[in-house]
């Protein structure tokens, strides 16, 4: 059954959800599509509402993370 599969995906992804978010390394993962997404003007709460919030909330990720995108901002700049 869905539901049963649903759970089992959903207990597996609790495991690394304490706090109510995610872990950095899972965050991490999406930081460059995040990036991209996001110099598109997409809101990345939309996108992976719980790595954004994973970002808003850990300072380590944050800096990672808008350093990632002042490179790729540059980067997009830079090009024609
Ligand atoms: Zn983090």
Known sequence: MINE?????LDCLA?????GGIDCATAARH??????QALNG???????????AHI????????EYEA???VLRAE???ET
């Open 31 to 36: 930081f460059t599509s995040l990036c991209e």
């Open 15 to 19: 495991a690394v959800h304490q706090e």
């Open 42 to 52: 997409a809101d990345i709460h939309n996108i992976l509402p719980q790595a954004a």
């Open 5 to 9: 599969r649903m759970r089992r995906l």
């Open 76 to 78: 997009q700049s830079g």
């Open 68 to 70: 990632l995108l002042a």
């Open 56 to 63: 808003a909330h850990c300072p380590d990720c944050q800096e």
